[in-house]
T-cell receptor, first 113, second 115 residues
Framework: DQQVKQNSPSLSVQEGRISILNCDYT??????FLWYKKYPAEGPTFLIS?????DKNEDGRFTVFLNKSAKHLSLHIVPSQPGDSAVYFC????????????FGPGTRLSVLP | NAGVMQNPRHLVRRRGQEARLRCSPM?????VYWYRQLPEEGLKFMVY????????ESGMPKERFSAEFPKEGPSILRIQQVVRGDSAAYFC?????????????FGPGTRLLVL
């Protein structure tokens, strides 16, 4: 049973527009959430995180929103750039320790020029 | 500043053979984590090691899989008597301390194909 779900396997967006990647989770004990970005033939790289005491965290073009009551988070990228084309993984944990994270299956984002 | 290195990048094995995957952490990092990514799935934690010690192997299959991180040399993930279901991408990550997830740096992965 998947505790972290990313229901859109892929998403295509025009350059300059907003990309919205969604993530849903089932474990109400999850308290810390991260987004990773992965290019082909590379390992995932950390992008942005949010703890449950916040509902929004922003870093440049990237913003993560958390709705705890809906057990839903989303990553907004604006404006989208072709270099953002990658697979994005959502991950969640009951705490922020290194090995206790559950990853979603990923969403492949394609930003079209 | 070299990142996390994994070799081989691709490994093909026949059923019943052994697979050895190597991970050299970033310089100065003494914490290593192994993850497996099956097709169409997210990464799943397998094992967490600190030099010469296994700290958490709760994600490791009970049979055929083992991991070590010796005092000298890379961390090794060993899969004995491989089966087709072992075909996956295996990622290693390292961190300076047993700390927050953001401080883990991932290697490029080893793609294992079992024929």
């Amino acid at each position: 049973d998947q505790q972290v779900k990313q229901n859109s396997p892929s998403l295509s967006v025009q350059e300059g527009r907003i990309s919205i990647l969604n993530c849903d989770y089932t474990n109400s004990m999850f308290d810390y959430f991260l987004w990773y970005k992965k290019y082909p033939a590379e390992g995932p790289t950390f992008l942005i995180s949010i703890s449950s005491i916040k509902d929004k965290n922003e870093d440049g073009r990237f913003t993560v929103f958390l709705n705890k009551s809906a057990k839903h988070l989303s990553l907004h990228i604006v404006p989208s750039q072709p270099g953002d084309s990658a697979v994005y993984f959502c991950a969640a944990s009951e705490d922020n320790y290194g090995q206790n994270f559950v990853f979603g299956p990923g969403t492949r984002l394609s930003v079209l020029p | 500043n070299a990142g996390v290195m994994q070799n081989p990048r691709h490994l093909v094995r026949r059923r019943g053979q052994e697979a050895r995957l190597r991970c050299s952490p970033m310089k100065g990092h003494s914490h290593v984590y192994w993850y497996r990514q099956l097709p169409e799935e997210g990464l799943k934690f397998m094992v967490y090691l600190q030099k010469e010690n296994i700290i958490d192997e709760s994600g490791m299959p009970k049979e055929r899989f083992s991991a070590e991180f010796p005092k000298e040399g890379p961390s090794i993930l060993r899969i004995q008597q491989v089966v087709r279901g072992d075909s996956a991408a295996y990622f290693c990550a390292s961190s300076l301390t047993m700390a927050h997830q953001e401080t883990q740096y991932f290697g490029p992965g080893t793609r294992l194909l079992v024929l």
